[in-house]
């Protein structure tokens, strides 16, 4: 059976709630984090070694392939990859939204808990009452931030399939059109 808001209380929305959303917040951070940043580690050091590697003289050979070619061609490969994935699940994005939401729902946790600033001088119910919509507001505001981003990702993969039949013509660009040439 779910409480009801006057069977509520402070601690176990803290703990069941609040503290909860912190934790996951805190791992999707880390996961997103670390897939940003090894994915533009991986482009930055690939986007340098191939200039690199394009200048080395051929004459490895690999059942009959250039050893070298083969690799600048999977080293490109592999930086186009990462770049796009970046531009289309923006990452980046994801982990900051993740990280600062954590920050704001254990923010608002030490303010409720020592009554000070937006909670100073409210009595109890009042001040429960504000600390329960903040936290819920920041918890929707980023699952909104989320959904956006997943919405964006969603559309640029659309405009990505979309065939093109001449090589001028209309596109359709965030619900704004552009002449191609």
Known sequence: MENTPEQLLPTNYIKERVEQYQAWYDRKAVATKALYLR??????????????????????????????????????????????LESVFHYREQWKNYRSTEQLLGHEKFLFLSRVGRYAGLDDNKAFTLFVERVEDAIAS????????????????????????????????????????
């Not at 640029?156 to 359709?172: D, F, L, R, Y």
Request: glycine fraction near 6%.
């Open 39 to 84: 994915m533009r580690a991986c482009s930055v050091v690939g986007g340098g070694i191939v200039p690199v590697l394009i200048n080395v003289q051929p004459g490895w050979e690999l059942w009959g392939i250039d050893v070298v070619k083969l690799v600048v061609t999977l080293i490109s490969l592999l930086v186009v990859v990462f770049v796009s």
């Open 142 to 181: 980023e699952n909104s931030a989320t959904l956006n981003v997943m919405t964006m990702a969603a559309e640029t993969s659309e405009v990505i399939k979309k065939p093109q039949n001449s090589s001028v013509g209309w596109v359709e660009c965030n619900e704004t059109q552009h002449r191609r040439s």
